[in-house]
């Protein structure tokens, strides 16, 4: 079974710090992904990455960065939170070709 | 913008199939279809896809018209395990393309 793994279920952060969420997938894919999703908004993407190193910016990518330094790890990074990233944040992997996207169990993130 | 329909909610007895229907009338010749399902404060789950052919795994059956332009995910012996929401995608297969979910069915399975 395809495994991808996201270090925090839940958090509770403090306006103004950093935040790292992790990922870790276990099939060897290409792609990850990191989307947050919000009732009403649906699944919107922030960042996505096709190879070590690479990134490409999703649909709402400030105030966010993201880290590929291995294919199987992913970690999306809020500079400095702020209480409208308070979300649940996704992650997500595919091969490229079939690129049937995988997702973790989430995290639920609250900026106070 | 999602390019598919579905019905908002839908009910089912638990141990009868549940047959959830979505059209996609503007779908392209390469693009596939797909299903997820997301259970309340869970990530979503991929459940099965398809392209022309009629499919079938462990969780669900999909069938596809001939036309293409609806398709229906079948259940076949629902569980109170299988409420949630059930999302139809289409997409094309390769590269890094997106998802984007529309608003999906709410399934719910009573006992």
């Known amino acids: 079974d395809v495994k991808v793994t996201q270090s925090s279920r839940y958090l509770v952060k403090r306006t103004g710090e950093k935040v790292f969420l992790e990922c870790v997938q276990d099939m060897d894919h290409e792609n990850m992904f990191w989307y947050r999703q919000d009732p009403g908004l649906g699944l919107r993407l922030i960042y996505f990455?096709?190879?070590?190193?690479?990134?490409e910016k999703g649909d709402i990518p400030e105030g966010y960065s993201v880290s590929r330094e291995k294919k199987e790890r992913f970690s999306l990074i809020l500079e400095s939170a702020s209480t409208n990233q308070t979300s649940m944040y996704l992650c997500?992997?595919?091969?490229?070709?079939?690129?049937?996207?995988?997702f973790g169990e989430g995290s639920w993130l609250t900026v106070v | 913008d999602a390019k598919t329909t579905q019905p908002p909610s839908m009910d089912c007895a638990e141990g009868r199939a549940a047959n959830l229907p979505c059209n996609h009338s503007?779908?392209?010749?390469?693009?596939?279809v797909y299903w997820y399902r997301q259970i309340h404060s869970q990530g979503p789950q991929y459940i099965i896809h398809g392209l022309k052919n009629n499919e079938t795994n462990e969780m669900a059956s999909l069938i596809i018209t001939e036309d293409r332009k609806s398709s229906t995910l079948i259940l076949p012996h629902a569980t109170l395990r299988d409420t949630a929401v059930y999302y139809c995608?289409?997409?094309?297969?390769?590269?890094?393309?997106?998802?984007?979910f529309g608003k999906g069915t709410k399934l719910t399975v009573n006992p």
């Open positions: 997500a992997s595919s091969y490229t070709f079939p690129n049937t996207i995988y």
């Open positions: 990455s096709y190879d070590v190193k690479m990134k």
């Open positions: 503007t779908i392209s010749g390469n693009e596939y």
């Open positions: 995608i289409v997409r094309v297969q390769g590269g890094s393309e997106k998802l984007v």
